[in-house]
T-cell receptor, first 112, second 112 residues
Framework: KNQVEQSPQSLIILEGKNCTLQCNYTVSPFSNLRWYKQDTGRGPVSLTI?????NTKSNGRYTATLDADTKQSSLHITASQLSDSASYIC???????????FGAGTTVTVRA | DSGVTQTPKHLITATGQRVTLRCSPRSGDLSVYWYQQSLDQGLQFLIQYYNGEERAKGNILERFSAQQFPDLHSELNLSSLELGDSALYFC???????????FGPGTRLTVL
């Protein structure tokens, strides 16, 4: 069973609207949680990285939250743009292991 | 541009063949990671090297092998290729802390 589950699998939103992506994980203890953006056919690019003690981290129109008690994270995209169309991947780094746990990603499509 | 380079960008070959994918990490990064991403699948961790030594192994098939050279570049060797090996192969690098991984643009392998 994957230790990182993301939902929804995909979503379509209109340009200018907001959306929230979810990430639930079972990795414990963990060192940090990251959100990556991956454009089709390209390498993932880091959006945010949070340690277990951080609750929120912003990067422009992207805001990530973390609840270490419930083992949930979310990524909120504000005022979406066409360029936000991509796959968003939640990645959890265990405290005592070098192997990262990757979620399957949420594919976001922004329509004009 | 992440600073991680991968060659070639595209590779088309036949079943049973052997190929070598190459990765140059960001300047100063000692760790190199290899990932496989099949169509519409999440990233699967294959293997990690740190300063020339194998550090962690993921879901890497016995037909696959990798190494990291003294100049820190890395190669991923895939042999006895099968149709199911068609995928994007990403290389990532990180510094000493390993907190942040920077991904290369990937090599798209097509096995016919």
């Amino acid at each position: 069973k994957n230790q990182v589950e993301q939902s929804p699998q995909s979503l379509i939103i209109l340009e200018g609207k907001n959306c929230t992506l979810q990430c639930n994980y079972t990795v414990s203890p963990f060192s940090n949680l990251r959100w990556y953006k991956q454009d089709t056919g390209r390498g993932p690019v880091s959006l945010t990285i949070m340690t277990f003690s951080e609750n929120t981290k912003s990067n422009g129109r992207y805001t990530a939250t973390l609840d270490a008690d419930t083992k949930q994270s979310s990524l909120h995209i504000t005022a979406s743009q066409l360029s936000d169309s991509a796959s968003y991947i939640c990645v959890v780094s265990p405290l005592d292991d070098y192997k990262l746990s990757f979620g399957a990603g949420t594919t976001v499509t922004v329509r004009a | 541009d992440s600073g991680v380079t991968q060659t070639p960008k595209h590779l088309i070959t036949a079943t049973g063949q052997r190929v070598t994918l190459r990765c140059s990490p960001r300047s100063g990064d000692l760790s190199v990671y290899w990932y496989q991403q099949s169509l519409d699948q999440g990233l699967q961790f294959l293997i990690q090297y740190y300063n020339g030594e194998e550090r962690a192994k993921g879901n890497i098939l016995e037909r696959f092998s990798a190494q990291q050279f003294p100049d820190l570049h890395s190669e991923l060797n895939l042999s006895s290729l099968e149709l199911g090996d068609s995928a994007l192969y990403f290389c990532a690098s990180s510094g000493r802390s390993g907190n942040e991984q920077f991904f290369g643009p990937g090599t798209r392998l097509t096995v016919l």
